[in-house]
Protein backbone atom coordinates (compact mmCIF):
# COMPACT_ATOMS: atom_id res chain seq x y z
CA UNK A 1 0.00 0.00 0.00
CA UNK A 2 3.30 2.43 -0.23
CA UNK A 3 2.07 3.57 -3.92
CA UNK A 4 0.45 6.88 -4.65
CA UNK A 5 -2.60 6.59 -6.40
CA UNK A 6 -4.09 9.42 -8.62
CA UNK A 7 -8.05 9.86 -9.89
CA UNK A 8 -10.47 12.30 -11.11
CA UNK A 9 -13.11 12.48 -8.01
CA UNK A 10 -15.09 14.98 -9.46
CA UNK A 11 -18.19 13.90 -11.76
CA UNK A 12 -17.59 13.44 -15.21
CA UNK A 13 -19.07 16.72 -17.56
CA UNK A 14 -19.53 19.72 -17.99
CA UNK A 15 -18.96 21.49 -14.41
CA UNK A 16 -17.37 25.08 -12.80
CA UNK A 17 -14.00 22.94 -11.51
CA UNK A 18 -12.77 19.92 -11.38
CA UNK A 19 -10.72 17.80 -8.51
CA UNK A 20 -7.87 15.21 -9.21
CA UNK A 21 -6.99 13.81 -6.13
CA UNK A 22 -3.70 11.72 -5.06
CA UNK A 23 -3.02 9.90 -1.85
CA UNK A 24 0.22 7.97 -0.92
CA UNK A 25 3.71 9.16 0.07
CA UNK A 26 4.83 10.55 -3.19
CA UNK A 27 1.93 12.85 -3.72
CA UNK A 28 3.58 15.91 -3.10
CA UNK A 29 7.09 14.98 -4.89
CA UNK A 30 4.84 14.33 -8.01
CA UNK A 31 2.40 16.96 -8.16
CA UNK A 32 5.76 19.38 -7.22
CA UNK A 33 7.43 18.41 -10.60
CA UNK A 34 4.84 19.65 -12.70
CA UNK A 35 3.32 22.69 -10.90
CA UNK A 36 4.62 26.26 -11.68
CA UNK A 37 3.64 28.54 -8.24
CA UNK A 38 2.47 32.03 -9.40
CA UNK A 39 4.06 33.34 -5.84
CA UNK A 40 5.64 30.32 -4.95
CA UNK A 41 8.99 28.70 -6.44
CA UNK A 42 7.44 24.69 -6.07
CA UNK A 43 5.46 23.34 -3.05
CA UNK A 44 8.12 21.97 -1.06
CA UNK A 45 7.80 24.33 1.46
CA UNK A 46 3.73 24.79 0.95
CA UNK A 47 1.45 24.87 4.19
CA UNK A 48 -0.37 21.89 5.09
CA UNK A 49 -3.76 22.72 4.06
CA UNK A 50 -3.17 25.67 2.66
CA UNK A 51 -4.46 26.44 -1.17
CA UNK A 52 -1.65 27.73 -3.25
CA UNK A 53 -2.38 29.10 -6.57
CA UNK A 54 -0.17 28.36 -9.51
CA UNK A 55 -0.15 26.28 -13.06
CA UNK A 56 -0.24 23.04 -14.08
CA UNK A 57 2.84 22.49 -16.82
CA UNK A 58 3.58 19.33 -18.81
CA UNK A 59 7.34 19.26 -18.21
CA UNK A 60 8.03 17.28 -21.48
CA UNK A 61 7.36 21.12 -23.47
CA UNK A 62 7.22 23.42 -20.47
CA UNK A 63 3.48 23.92 -22.02
CA UNK A 64 0.78 25.38 -19.75
CA UNK A 65 -1.94 22.83 -19.01
CA UNK A 66 -4.36 24.33 -16.46
CA UNK A 67 -4.46 26.88 -13.85
CA UNK A 68 -4.90 25.39 -10.88
CA UNK A 69 -4.95 25.92 -7.19
CA UNK A 70 -3.46 22.64 -5.12
CA UNK A 71 -3.95 21.68 -1.19
CA UNK A 72 -1.25 19.13 0.11
CA UNK A 73 -2.76 17.61 3.20
CA UNK A 74 -0.32 16.07 5.57
CA UNK A 75 -0.70 12.45 6.48
CA UNK A 76 -2.12 11.38 9.09
CA UNK A 77 -5.06 13.93 9.79
CA UNK A 78 -6.51 13.07 6.15
CA UNK A 79 -9.11 11.16 4.72
CA UNK A 80 -6.93 8.23 3.53
CA UNK A 81 -4.56 8.95 6.74
CA UNK A 82 -1.52 9.41 4.15
CA UNK A 83 -0.21 12.52 2.23
CA UNK A 84 -3.29 13.89 0.24
CA UNK A 85 -2.74 16.40 -2.65
CA UNK A 86 -5.86 17.57 -4.64
CA UNK A 87 -5.46 19.79 -7.71
CA UNK A 88 -8.68 21.94 -8.12
CA UNK A 89 -8.52 22.35 -12.00
CA UNK A 90 -11.30 24.09 -14.46
CA UNK A 91 -13.78 21.32 -14.70
CA UNK A 92 -15.39 19.71 -18.21
CA UNK A 93 -13.51 16.67 -19.54
CA UNK A 94 -10.01 17.66 -20.85
CA UNK A 95 -8.40 19.20 -18.30
CA UNK A 96 -9.01 16.97 -15.44
CA UNK A 97 -7.98 14.23 -17.97
CA UNK A 98 -4.73 15.74 -19.16
CA UNK A 99 -3.96 16.22 -15.44
CA UNK A 100 -4.51 13.24 -14.56
CA UNK A 101 -2.74 11.77 -17.44
CA UNK A 102 0.70 13.70 -16.19
CA UNK A 103 0.48 12.46 -12.68
CA UNK A 104 0.22 8.63 -14.21
CA UNK A 105 3.71 9.53 -16.36
CA UNK A 106 5.28 10.75 -13.30
CA UNK A 107 4.96 8.25 -11.14
CA UNK A 108 1.30 7.74 -9.60
CA UNK A 109 -0.79 4.87 -10.20
CA UNK A 110 -4.39 4.69 -11.75
CA UNK A 111 -6.72 4.34 -8.16
CA UNK A 112 -9.52 1.88 -7.89
CA UNK A 113 -12.93 2.02 -7.40
CA UNK A 114 -13.22 2.85 -3.59
CA UNK A 115 -9.49 2.81 -3.16
CA UNK A 116 -9.11 5.86 -1.52
CA UNK A 117 -12.34 4.94 0.88
CA UNK A 118 -10.40 1.12 0.97
CA UNK A 119 -7.09 2.92 2.25
CA UNK A 120 -9.29 4.99 5.23
CA UNK A 121 -10.32 1.61 6.21
CA UNK A 122 -7.25 -0.40 6.36
CA UNK A 123 -5.68 3.24 7.82
CA UNK A 124 -8.39 2.66 10.91
CA UNK A 125 -9.83 6.10 9.79
CA UNK A 126 -13.21 4.51 9.51
CA UNK A 127 -15.05 1.35 10.59
CA UNK A 128 -16.41 -1.06 7.63
CA UNK A 129 -19.85 0.57 7.95
CA UNK A 130 -18.47 3.47 8.31
CA UNK A 131 -17.41 2.94 4.77
CA UNK A 132 -19.96 1.21 3.19
CA UNK A 133 -22.17 4.52 4.43
CA UNK A 134 -19.43 6.68 2.25
CA UNK A 135 -20.83 5.16 -0.61
CA UNK A 136 -24.21 5.19 0.44
CA UNK A 137 -24.42 8.71 0.87
CA UNK A 138 -23.19 9.29 -3.00
CA UNK A 139 -26.46 6.88 -3.57
CA UNK A 140 -28.85 8.31 -1.66
CA UNK A 141 -32.12 8.62 -3.41
CA UNK A 142 -33.95 11.12 -1.41
CA UNK A 143 -33.19 12.95 2.14
CA UNK A 144 -34.36 10.24 4.06
CA UNK A 145 -31.51 7.92 2.62
CA UNK A 146 -29.03 10.17 2.97
CA UNK A 147 -30.20 11.01 6.88
CA UNK A 148 -29.23 7.36 7.38
CA UNK A 149 -26.05 7.00 5.63
CA UNK A 150 -25.15 10.24 7.27
CA UNK A 151 -25.56 8.77 10.67
CA UNK A 152 -24.12 5.76 9.55
CA UNK A 153 -21.11 7.40 8.61
CA UNK A 154 -20.90 9.39 11.63
CA UNK A 155 -20.72 6.08 13.56
CA UNK A 156 -24.16 5.39 14.98
CA UNK A 157 -23.94 1.48 13.73
CA UNK A 158 -20.31 1.15 15.05
CA UNK A 159 -21.34 2.46 18.16
CA UNK A 160 -24.19 -0.02 18.74
CA UNK A 161 -21.95 -2.54 17.72
CA UNK A 162 -18.85 -1.67 19.59
CA UNK A 163 -21.39 -1.31 22.49
CA UNK A 164 -22.99 -5.26 22.71
CA UNK A 165 -19.36 -6.41 21.25
CA UNK A 166 -17.92 -4.79 24.73
CA UNK A 167 -20.82 -7.39 26.60
CA UNK A 168 -19.85 -10.15 24.95
CA UNK A 169 -16.44 -9.76 25.45
CA UNK A 170 -17.21 -9.38 28.98
CA UNK A 171 -18.89 -12.29 29.00
CA UNK A 172 -15.87 -14.40 27.41
CA UNK A 173 -13.76 -12.87 30.70
CA UNK A 174 -16.26 -14.10 32.87
CA UNK A 175 -16.60 -17.93 31.45
CA UNK A 176 -12.72 -17.73 31.19
CA UNK A 177 -11.90 -16.76 34.60
CA UNK A 178 -14.79 -19.20 35.89
CA UNK A 179 -13.26 -22.38 33.62
CA UNK A 180 -9.62 -21.25 35.60
CA UNK A 181 -11.05 -21.32 38.87
CA UNK A 182 -13.75 -23.63 39.10
CA UNK A 183 -15.20 -22.97 42.08
CA UNK A 184 -18.81 -24.45 42.35
CA UNK A 185 -20.56 -21.60 43.95
CA UNK A 186 -18.50 -19.27 41.02
CA UNK A 187 -20.10 -21.33 38.41
CA UNK A 188 -23.41 -20.91 39.88
CA UNK A 189 -23.53 -17.30 40.19
CA UNK A 190 -21.64 -17.08 36.09
CA UNK A 191 -24.92 -18.92 35.10
CA UNK A 192 -27.31 -16.31 35.92
CA UNK A 193 -25.06 -13.49 34.78
CA UNK A 194 -24.23 -14.96 31.82
CA UNK A 195 -28.18 -15.60 30.57
CA UNK A 196 -28.58 -11.61 32.05
CA UNK A 197 -26.01 -10.53 29.67
CA UNK A 198 -26.64 -13.07 26.73
CA UNK A 199 -30.51 -11.29 27.22
CA UNK A 200 -29.21 -8.06 26.76
CA UNK A 201 -27.39 -8.84 23.68
CA UNK A 202 -30.75 -10.73 21.72
CA UNK A 203 -32.64 -7.82 22.58
CA UNK A 204 -30.13 -5.11 21.07
CA UNK A 205 -29.52 -7.82 18.00
CA UNK A 206 -33.11 -8.16 17.46
CA UNK A 207 -34.09 -4.52 17.71
CA UNK A 208 -31.48 -3.42 15.48
CA UNK A 209 -32.62 -6.55 13.09
CA UNK A 210 -36.33 -4.43 13.15
CA UNK A 211 -35.07 -1.32 11.73
CA UNK A 212 -33.64 -3.35 8.91
CA UNK A 213 -36.54 -3.92 6.64
CA UNK A 214 -37.49 -0.25 6.30
CA UNK A 215 -33.28 0.39 6.11
CA UNK A 216 -33.38 -1.39 3.18
CA UNK A 217 -35.97 0.28 1.41
CA UNK A 218 -34.10 3.59 2.41
CA UNK A 219 -31.17 2.39 0.78
CA UNK A 220 -32.10 0.77 -2.28
CA UNK A 221 -35.84 1.74 -2.52
CA UNK A 222 -39.36 0.20 -2.65
CA UNK A 223 -39.60 -2.44 -5.61
CA UNK A 224 -42.47 -1.27 -7.20
CA UNK A 225 -45.20 -2.61 -9.61
CA UNK A 226 -48.16 -1.23 -11.19
CA UNK A 227 -50.25 -3.93 -12.30
CA UNK A 228 -53.63 -3.64 -14.24
CA UNK A 229 -55.29 -4.64 -17.77
CA UNK A 230 -54.69 -2.20 -20.43
CA UNK A 231 -56.17 0.91 -20.31
CA UNK A 232 -57.18 1.08 -16.61
CA UNK A 233 -54.73 4.50 -16.17
CA UNK A 234 -51.46 2.71 -15.40
CA UNK A 235 -49.35 4.98 -17.40
CA UNK A 236 -51.35 7.64 -16.32
CA UNK A 237 -50.72 6.75 -12.38
CA UNK A 238 -47.00 6.79 -13.09
CA UNK A 239 -46.99 10.23 -14.84
CA UNK A 240 -49.56 11.65 -11.72
CA UNK A 241 -46.78 10.59 -9.31
CA UNK A 242 -44.02 11.50 -11.42
CA UNK A 243 -45.42 15.02 -12.14
CA UNK A 244 -46.05 15.58 -8.29
CA UNK A 245 -42.47 13.99 -6.82
CA UNK A 246 -39.17 14.51 -7.84
CA UNK A 247 -38.07 11.71 -10.22
CA UNK A 248 -34.68 10.46 -9.72
CA UNK A 249 -32.66 8.47 -12.33
CA UNK A 250 -29.20 6.88 -11.48
CA UNK A 251 -26.79 4.74 -13.43
CA UNK A 252 -25.48 1.94 -11.22
CA UNK A 253 -22.42 0.76 -12.99
CA UNK A 254 -22.91 -2.96 -13.15
CA UNK A 255 -19.85 -5.68 -14.23
CA UNK A 256 -21.83 -7.24 -16.34
CA UNK A 257 -24.17 -4.34 -17.74
CA UNK A 258 -25.21 -0.88 -17.18
CA UNK A 259 -29.15 -0.57 -15.63
CA UNK A 260 -30.74 2.84 -15.54
CA UNK A 261 -32.85 2.74 -12.64
CA UNK A 262 -35.90 5.04 -12.04
CA UNK A 263 -37.27 6.29 -8.85
CA UNK A 264 -39.56 8.53 -7.45
CA UNK A 265 -39.90 10.11 -4.07
CA UNK A 266 -42.55 9.76 -2.16
CA UNK A 267 -42.47 11.30 1.00
CA UNK A 268 -38.80 10.14 1.28
CA UNK A 269 -39.20 6.75 0.42
CA UNK A 270 -37.65 6.09 -2.68
CA UNK A 271 -39.77 4.10 -5.15
CA UNK A 272 -38.11 2.20 -7.64
CA UNK A 273 -40.91 1.15 -10.01
CA UNK A 274 -40.19 -1.80 -12.06
CA UNK A 275 -40.61 -2.21 -15.78
CA UNK A 276 -41.35 1.69 -16.33
CA UNK A 277 -40.92 0.91 -19.84
CA UNK A 278 -44.26 -1.13 -20.02
CA UNK A 279 -46.43 0.81 -18.14
CA UNK A 280 -45.69 3.80 -20.30
CA UNK A 281 -46.33 1.77 -23.80
CA UNK A 282 -49.65 1.22 -22.31
CA UNK A 283 -48.88 -2.37 -22.51
CA UNK A 284 -49.95 -4.94 -20.26
CA UNK A 285 -47.42 -6.20 -17.99
CA UNK A 286 -48.94 -10.02 -18.32
CA UNK A 287 -49.60 -9.36 -21.78
CA UNK A 288 -45.85 -7.75 -22.64
CA UNK A 289 -43.83 -10.27 -20.98
CA UNK A 290 -45.77 -13.36 -20.77
CA UNK A 291 -47.91 -15.47 -17.41
CA UNK A 292 -44.44 -16.79 -15.77
CA UNK A 293 -42.17 -13.52 -15.81
CA UNK A 294 -44.97 -11.53 -14.59
CA UNK A 295 -45.44 -13.71 -11.65
CA UNK A 296 -41.49 -13.23 -11.30
CA UNK A 297 -41.74 -9.72 -11.30
CA UNK A 298 -44.87 -9.73 -8.91
CA UNK A 299 -42.95 -11.99 -6.66
CA UNK A 300 -39.63 -9.88 -6.31
CA UNK A 301 -41.60 -6.92 -5.88
CA UNK A 302 -41.99 -5.02 -2.56
CA UNK A 303 -45.08 -3.32 -3.51
CA UNK A 304 -47.50 -3.99 -5.96
CA UNK A 305 -50.27 -1.16 -6.86
CA UNK A 306 -53.00 -3.53 -8.57
CA UNK A 307 -55.18 -0.98 -10.70
CA UNK A 308 -58.87 -1.77 -11.77
CA UNK A 309 -61.56 0.11 -13.90
CA UNK A 310 -64.83 1.10 -12.17
CA UNK A 311 -65.94 1.70 -15.37
CA UNK A 312 -65.80 -1.55 -16.77
CA UNK A 313 -66.91 -4.51 -15.51
CA UNK A 314 -64.60 -7.24 -13.68
CA UNK A 315 -63.41 -9.21 -16.40
CA UNK A 316 -61.48 -12.39 -16.36
CA UNK A 317 -58.03 -10.69 -16.77
CA UNK A 318 -59.01 -8.82 -13.50
CA UNK A 319 -59.47 -11.67 -11.35
CA UNK A 320 -56.01 -12.90 -12.81
CA UNK A 321 -54.41 -9.80 -11.69
CA UNK A 322 -56.25 -10.34 -8.25
CA UNK A 323 -55.17 -14.21 -7.89
CA UNK A 324 -51.36 -12.95 -8.81
CA UNK A 325 -51.46 -10.16 -6.19
CA UNK A 326 -53.93 -11.39 -3.34
CA UNK A 327 -50.94 -12.82 -1.44
CA UNK A 328 -48.73 -10.19 -1.53
CA UNK A 329 -48.34 -6.49 0.21
CA UNK A 330 -50.17 -5.15 -2.30
CA UNK A 331 -52.54 -1.82 -2.55
CA UNK A 332 -55.97 -2.08 -4.97
CA UNK A 333 -57.14 0.81 -6.90
CA UNK A 334 -60.45 1.36 -8.26
CA UNK A 335 -59.78 4.29 -10.67
CA UNK A 336 -61.95 5.92 -13.06
CA UNK A 337 -64.14 6.77 -10.16
CA UNK A 338 -65.10 9.81 -12.20
CA UNK A 339 -67.16 7.79 -14.81
CA UNK A 340 -70.10 6.21 -14.62
CA UNK A 341 -69.66 2.90 -12.12
CA UNK A 342 -70.29 -0.53 -13.59
CA UNK A 343 -67.52 -2.23 -11.40
CA UNK A 344 -68.95 -4.86 -8.72
CA UNK A 345 -67.30 -3.48 -5.81
CA UNK A 346 -68.36 -6.16 -3.69
CA UNK A 347 -67.59 -8.77 -5.26
CA UNK A 348 -63.86 -7.36 -5.22
CA UNK A 349 -63.97 -6.39 -1.91
CA UNK A 350 -64.74 -10.07 -1.21
CA UNK A 351 -61.71 -12.00 -3.38
CA UNK A 352 -58.91 -9.55 -1.94
CA UNK A 353 -60.16 -9.69 1.38
CA UNK A 354 -59.03 -7.46 3.72
CA UNK A 355 -56.84 -5.55 1.76
CA UNK A 356 -57.29 -1.76 1.05
CA UNK A 357 -59.37 -0.20 -1.85
CA UNK A 358 -58.57 3.29 -2.64
CA UNK A 359 -61.49 4.59 -5.40
CA UNK A 360 -59.36 6.82 -7.34
CA UNK A 361 -59.56 9.23 -10.59
CA UNK A 362 -56.60 9.71 -11.91
CA UNK A 363 -57.26 11.76 -14.62
CA UNK A 364 -58.79 14.50 -12.08
CA UNK A 365 -56.26 14.02 -9.73
CA UNK A 366 -58.56 12.29 -6.97
CA UNK A 367 -57.03 9.48 -4.64
CA UNK A 368 -52.92 10.02 -5.40
CA UNK A 369 -52.47 11.55 -1.95
CA UNK A 370 -54.43 9.16 -0.12
CA UNK A 371 -52.16 6.36 -2.39
CA UNK A 372 -49.12 7.80 -1.43
CA UNK A 373 -49.98 8.28 1.92
CA UNK A 374 -50.97 4.59 2.49
CA UNK A 375 -47.80 3.84 1.06
CA UNK A 376 -46.12 5.82 3.66
CA UNK A 377 -48.65 3.63 6.44
CA UNK A 378 -47.64 0.65 4.94
CA UNK A 379 -43.93 1.01 5.72
CA UNK A 380 -43.38 3.20 8.31
CA UNK A 381 -46.50 3.31 10.07
CA UNK A 382 -47.11 6.50 9.30
CA UNK A 383 -43.77 8.27 10.30
CA UNK A 384 -40.63 7.87 8.19
CA UNK A 385 -38.32 9.49 10.80
CA UNK A 386 -35.30 8.57 10.64
CA UNK A 387 -33.39 11.29 12.33
CA UNK A 388 -31.00 10.10 15.28
CA UNK A 389 -32.53 6.49 14.82
CA UNK A 390 -29.71 3.52 14.60
CA UNK A 391 -30.82 2.10 11.68
CA UNK A 392 -29.52 -1.20 9.29
CA UNK A 393 -30.08 -0.58 5.59
CA UNK A 394 -27.33 -2.96 4.50
CA UNK A 395 -28.22 -6.46 3.67
CA UNK A 396 -24.66 -7.59 4.51
CA UNK A 397 -25.06 -6.35 7.76
CA UNK A 398 -28.64 -7.91 8.24
CA UNK A 399 -27.11 -10.85 7.78
CA UNK A 400 -24.11 -10.99 9.97
CA UNK A 401 -26.92 -9.73 12.66
CA UNK A 402 -29.23 -12.72 11.60
CA UNK A 403 -26.16 -15.29 12.17
CA UNK A 404 -25.22 -13.07 15.42
CA UNK A 405 -28.82 -13.74 16.75
CA UNK A 406 -28.44 -17.13 16.31
CA UNK A 407 -25.22 -17.77 17.95
CA UNK A 408 -26.57 -16.24 21.05
CA UNK A 409 -29.94 -17.48 20.98
CA UNK A 410 -27.77 -20.80 21.32
CA UNK A 411 -25.79 -19.21 23.83
CA UNK A 412 -29.14 -18.79 25.76
CA UNK A 413 -30.16 -22.38 25.68
CA UNK A 414 -26.65 -23.82 26.79
CA UNK A 415 -27.29 -21.97 29.97
CA UNK A 416 -30.67 -22.56 30.21
CA UNK A 417 -29.67 -26.38 30.20
CA UNK A 418 -26.26 -25.86 32.06
CA UNK A 419 -23.86 -27.35 29.18
CA UNK A 420 -20.15 -26.95 30.63
CA UNK A 421 -19.12 -23.26 30.00
CA UNK A 422 -16.15 -23.63 27.20
CA UNK A 423 -19.52 -24.51 25.14
CA UNK A 424 -21.50 -21.68 25.68
CA UNK A 425 -17.91 -19.77 25.08
CA UNK A 426 -17.79 -20.26 21.53
CA UNK A 427 -21.16 -19.64 20.70
CA UNK A 428 -20.84 -16.26 22.42
CA UNK A 429 -17.33 -15.86 20.15
CA UNK A 430 -18.76 -16.94 17.10
CA UNK A 431 -21.51 -14.28 17.71
CA UNK A 432 -18.74 -11.53 18.75
CA UNK A 433 -16.98 -12.44 15.10
CA UNK A 434 -20.43 -11.93 13.60
CA UNK A 435 -20.88 -8.51 14.62
CA UNK A 436 -16.93 -7.79 13.98
CA UNK A 437 -17.84 -8.57 10.25
CA UNK A 438 -19.74 -5.81 10.29
CA UNK A 439 -17.52 -3.78 11.65
CA UNK A 440 -14.66 -4.97 9.90
CA UNK A 441 -12.94 -6.11 12.48
CA UNK A 442 -12.87 -9.90 11.69
CA UNK A 443 -14.03 -9.28 7.75
CA UNK A 444 -12.26 -11.76 5.19
CA UNK A 445 -9.96 -10.11 2.43
CA UNK A 446 -12.55 -10.98 -0.34
CA UNK A 447 -15.55 -9.41 1.50
CA UNK A 448 -13.25 -5.93 1.67
CA UNK A 449 -12.48 -6.78 -1.53
CA UNK A 450 -16.33 -6.76 -2.47
CA UNK A 451 -17.46 -3.91 -0.71
CA UNK A 452 -15.33 -1.36 -2.43
CA UNK A 453 -15.93 -2.50 -5.65
CA UNK A 454 -19.40 -0.99 -5.54
CA UNK A 455 -17.60 2.28 -5.43
CA UNK A 456 -16.81 4.62 -8.14
CA UNK A 457 -13.24 5.48 -8.90
CA UNK A 458 -11.86 8.44 -7.09
CA UNK A 459 -13.72 8.19 -3.41
P1 LIG B 1 -52.84 1.97 -19.15
O1 LIG B 1 -53.00 1.26 -20.42
O2 LIG B 1 -53.27 1.15 -18.00
O3 LIG B 1 -51.46 2.53 -18.95
O4 LIG B 1 -53.84 3.21 -19.15
P2 LIG B 1 -53.61 4.74 -19.50
O5 LIG B 1 -53.00 5.43 -18.35
O6 LIG B 1 -52.95 4.85 -20.78
O7 LIG B 1 -55.10 5.25 -19.58
C1 LIG B 1 -56.00 4.77 -20.54
C2 LIG B 1 -57.02 5.83 -20.81
O8 LIG B 1 -57.81 6.04 -19.66
C3 LIG B 1 -56.42 7.18 -21.18
O9 LIG B 1 -57.17 7.73 -22.22
C4 LIG B 1 -56.55 7.97 -19.90
O10 LIG B 1 -56.66 9.35 -20.15
C5 LIG B 1 -57.81 7.42 -19.33
N1 LIG B 1 -57.88 7.55 -17.86
C6 LIG B 1 -56.92 7.26 -16.95
N2 LIG B 1 -57.37 7.51 -15.70
C7 LIG B 1 -58.63 7.97 -15.83
C8 LIG B 1 -59.61 8.41 -14.89
O11 LIG B 1 -59.44 8.44 -13.68
N3 LIG B 1 -60.81 8.81 -15.41
C9 LIG B 1 -61.08 8.81 -16.73
N4 LIG B 1 -62.26 9.22 -17.13
N5 LIG B 1 -60.15 8.42 -17.61
C10 LIG B 1 -58.96 8.00 -17.20
Keep these: MTDTIAAISSAVGEAGIGIVRMSGKYSLNIVDTLFKGKHTDGLKNVSNRKLTYGHIVDPSDDSIVDEV ?207 TAGIRDTEDLVEKIGVDRAKQVVEQADLIIAVFDASRELSQEDEEIIELVKQRRSIVLLNKTDLPNVYDREKLAKIIGDKKIINTSIAKGEGIEELENTIVDMFYSGEVEVKGEVMVTNLRHKDQLQKAKKNILDAINGIDMNVPLDCIEVDVKNCWSNLGEISGDTVSEDIIDKVFKEFCIGK
Design 69 to 275: LVVYMKAPYTYTREDIVEIYCHGGAISVKRILELLLKNGARLAEAGEFTKRAFLNGRLDLSQAEAVIDLIRAKTDKSYDVSLNQLEGSLSYKIKEIQDVLLNMIAHIEVSIDFPEEDIEEITYDELKVKANVVLEDIVKLLETADRGKILREGLNTVILGKPNVGKSSLLNAILRENRAIVTDVPGTTRDIIEEYVNVEGIPLKIVD
